[in-house]
């Protein structure tokens, strides 16, 4: 068998170097190569950075305000002291905002995850089990999706006590649906694929079919809707808190209440308006970019 | 195997599915085995031959029929011993790639099996796997990449070591080749052999290349709408084919003598398969049969007679056809 014998030098030759090159480690590469990605990438970092250090990065105190200069018709523009100004209540724009970051990523990376994980155990038993246990958990995620994302965690947010903690409660409800579906759809996708008819020939059981195939080779496309449904979950945040149904404590500086308090003073300060949206805009954009080119390098056919 | 029929029932409804009619992929086929020998299956697509070769292993559950494996009625068995079972009797699939968990490295598809089963673990299992991987020509190198790494013909390799991995002694090959480079059939083809001889494997071989099931098969049955047609041993299947449908077949096969290719006449099939959801009434084949005769074919269901010792044919007129008494439509193309 010469043949055999050449195809097993080639092999020895061609990939000497490490052995792990798994689909991951590529689709890491495409994502380096990817200037989609590194902006994404960097918008996300800055706006963590932000987060986490923002009581070293703020100059003054978020919370602390001097009411003496604000009347309806002035609030007090940038200046050397105040880079972004005051707002309303005489406090450091610059510094709510910076602040404010923290208030989006714990919500974000909370509601998010705990909306994934319900969503994504809901998922694997209706994708994994299949069956009447499937329908009826399809169906009621058909109802949660029948109602708009936002009203519905209105609805919930409503029904809560007003505070973060509610907040994120909503949104993960909301999330839930999204990812039961999300996760159904890949594993039933995976479930008649030939790999899982090879392991039922070897008489591997059932759960770990489930558990150990189909389950871990249905994880990209929610890697992907993770990311993305981070920069929704921010925007619901701030919604939330536009529509006062934030944070019990007004002190606490959210960007969705912030534009929400600068209703009345939309043409005495503009600029109230525009630094916490563009706030929320970078740190949205960011996931959004690397959402997307996170999608494009983990599925093949999406590439050009 | 005895009376083997695999329905598919289709269901209609949102709520409450109720069945509205079957198709009948696999529709009461017999067919026997020998130990250490090759049973070749062949037939076009959609024939069911892939589902007959399933629900032999019972990947899909057959609606009706008995299978025996060494006396053990498969097809009744219980889920557990039906699970022990599977190590004795495995398959080979025919798009390596996909049947290859993409997330697994070579050793850890190799190791799988023996740990199902509880054959070996831990420093055994993976000696195993690296004496799997000499055994189909592999390096022991492999055993760390993943199936992505691979070319076609290297892959079948591993799936068929994986197949080989607990000892079966009946193994299904589905179109083992056909997904391969011509290049790389040979060597695949030429393996199976080779383990055949070495392990005394009993292989049913499921294709659609004549050619292919020809090499390596000693007994042959030709599947058509979900029937066996015709059923012989291989040499002489090929040198004196009965049924129509056969003869359409072996007349589509080049002849590598230029004179006799010349002369050789073609017979062309017209139409597509029938649905199997609906087969025709009669003969199966009469819809697209060149030796179709008034009133008889599209009446009566010809049953698989033996002409010959070993040689079965399922057509009412297979003696007429063989003497020339009857002629082909002038559907046929001489070429």
Redo the contacts between chains.
């Keep these: 068998?010469s043949?055999?014998?050449s195809?097993?030098r080639l092999?020895?030759t061609e990939?000497t170097g490490d052995?792990?090159?798994?689909?991951m480690r590529e689709a890491f590469r495409q994502l380096r190569r990817n200037p989609v990605a590194i902006l994404g990438a960097a918008l996300i970092t800055l706006f963590v950075v932000v987060a986490v250090f923002a009581p070293w990065l703020a100059p003054h105190s978020p919370t602390a305000g001097d009411l003496s200069q604000i009347t309806l018709s002035h609030v007090p523009g940038p200046s050397a002291e105040h880079p972004l100004g005051l707002d309303t209540q005489g406090r450091d724009e610059l510094s709510r905002i910076i602040y404010g970051a923290r208030a989006s990523l714990l919500i974000g990376v909370v509601s998010l995850s705990l909306g994934a994980l319900v969503g994504m155990l809901i998922g694997a038993l209706a994708g994994g089990l299949g069956g009447w246990v499937d329908s009826l958990l399809m169906r009621l995620m058909d109802i949660m999706l029948a109602v708009p994302g936002l009203l519905f965690a209105i609805a919930v947010a409503a029904v809560l006590q007003p505070s973060l903690r509610s907040v994120m409660i909503a949104i993960a409800v909301v999330n839930v649906p999204v990812f039961a579906r999300l996760l159904r759809a890949s594993m039933i996708g995976q479930r008649h694929?030939?790999?899982v008819?090879?392991?039922?020939?070897?008489?591997?059981?059932r759960w770990?079919i489930i558990v150990g195939?189909v389950l871990?080779?249905s994880l990209a496309p929610v890697i992907v809707q993770g990311t993305l449904s981070l920069a929704t979950a921010i925007i619901d945040a701030a919604g939330l808190a536009f529509l006062g149904l934030g944070s019990a404590d007004p002190s606490v500086p959210e960007w969705g209440r912030m534009l929400a308090d600068t209703q009345q003073y939309l043409q005495s300060a503009p600029q109230l308006a525009l630094f916490p949206g563009l706030a929320i805009v970078v740190s949205v954009l960011g996931f959004n970019l690397l959402g997307d080119a996170l999608r494009e390098a983990l599925d093949p056919k999406l590439r050009r | 195997m005895r009376g083997l029929e695999v329905h598919f029932p289709i269901r209609k409804g949102v709520l409450l599915e109720r069945p509205v009619g079957a198709v009948r992929a696999v529709d009461g086929v017999d067919l026997d085995v020998e130990r250490g020998t090759t049973f070749g299956l062949v037939g076009e697509s959609g024939c069911g031959k892939s589902t007959l070769g399933r629900a032999i292993l019972r990947l899909v559950e057959p609606t009706a029929g008995t299978v025996r494996f060494d006396g053990i009625d498969v097809a009744s068995l219980r889920p557990e011993p039906l699970r022990r079972l599977r190590a004795r009797m495995q398959m080979v699939f025919q798009d390596p790639l996909s049947s290859l968990d993409p997330r697994q490295n070579v050793e850890s598809i190799l190791v799988e099996p023996l740990r199902t089963h509880r054959v070996a673990t831990g420093k055994d299992a993976r000696r195993r796997a690296r004496e799997l991987l000499d055994v189909v020509g592999l390096p022991a190198a492999a055993a760390a990449r993943y199936p992505h790494e691979f070319s076609g013909g290297q892959r079948q390799r591993i799936g068929i070591a994986r197949a080989l991995a607990l000892n079966p002694e009946l193994i299904v090959a589905d179109e083992p080749v056909s997904a391969l480079d011509v290049s790389i059939q040979a060597q695949v083809v030429n393996l199976l052999e080779e383990l055949q001889k070495e392990f005394g494997l009993t292989y049913l071989v499921i294709a659609h290349d004549l050619a292919v099931v020809r090499h390596i098969s000693e007994t042959i049955g030709v599947m058509y709408l979900g029937r066996i047609v015709e059923q012989a041993p291989s040499d002489e299947l090929y040198a004196t084919p009965r049924h129509p449908y056969t003869i359409a077949l072996m007349s589509a096969v080049p002849i590598p003598d230029p004179e006799v290719e010349d002369r050789r006449e073609r017979i062309l099939l017209r139409g597509d398969l029938p649905s199997p959801a609906n087969p025709p009434s009669g003969c199966r084949f009469h819809t697209r049969c060149p030796f179709r005769q008034p009133t008889r074919c599209h009446d009566e269901d010809p049953a698989l007679r033996e002409l010959g010792p070993g040689h079965a044919v399922a057509c009412h007129w297979a003696e007429q056809v063989a003497t020339g008494e009857i002629r082909p439509h002038p559907t046929a193309v001489p070429s």
């Design positions: 068998m043949i055999a014998e195809e097993a092999l020895s990939h052995i792990a090159g798994s689909r694929s030939d790999y008819l090879a392991a039922r020939s070897i008489g591997v059981r770990r195939h871990p080779n």
